[in-house]
């Protein structure tokens, strides 16, 4: 029974770990991850990225990601960022060319031509600043509350999110809601 288990328990480990192996970003526009993110995990993605500010406390950043070396239009990974106390960030809700890297507890967006690079922090009690992301040139935000991820959308396209409007029905505080075309997206609180 106990072999059993452990056989079934190390064919899950492999499984998961063969779907997460990276590809090289010159041959693949994503690197893959599977929905449980380990702390160690890293993922990537190119294609065409837009960077919305929500309010002085909220951020979206959304991926439609190059599949066959062309966006579809569609948001494929979405972002959403809440900082602990306003702040001034001003960005513009024009997509560009980038690439993302995401973790557990962080995102990092960089454009294709070096600009607007961002690091996106979420500090867990007990840990350690998250180096791997950190070059030390993007504008940092660490001072969170929380970075939700969502993948798998379908029907939300990139050009709408500029549509944003506040959510007149919302489980969490004030602003946290925001909706477009009947969907309805809620920022962490």
Not at 47 to 58: E, F, K, L, N
Not at 108 to 134: A, H, I, Y
Not at 168 to 181: L, R
């Amino acid at each position: 029974m106990r072999i059993q288990l452990a056989r079934t328990i190390l064919a899950g480990f492999v499984l998961g770990a063969t779907a997460c192996r990276s590809i090289p970003r010159e041959t693949a526009p994503r690197d893959r991850c599977d929905s449980i993110m380990r702390p160690s995990q890293v993922c990537s993605a190119d294609g065409v990225v837009t960077v919305q500010v929500i309010d002085d406390r909220r951020v979206l950043v959304a991926i439609d990601i190059q599949n066959g070396g062309k966006p579809d239009g569609f948001v494929d990974d979405l972002f959403l960022y809440t900082a602990e106390e306003p702040n001034a960030f001003q960005a513009k809700s024009e997509p560009f060319s980038g690439h993302i890297e995401y973790g557990q507890y962080a995102l990092r967006v960089v454009g294709k031509d070096g600009r607007q690079p961002l690091l996106f922090l979420v500090r867990q009690e007990g840990t350690e600043r998250v180096s791997r992301f950190d070059t030390g040139i993007e504008r940092r935000f660490d001072r969170s509350i929380g970075l939700s991820h969502y993948w798998g959308w379908h029907g939300l396209r990139v050009v709408r999110l500029t549509a944003l409007r506040a959510s007149a029905s919302c489980d969490g505080p004030p602003g946290a809601c925001v909706e477009v075309d009947g969907i309805r997206i809620r920022f962490p609180a």
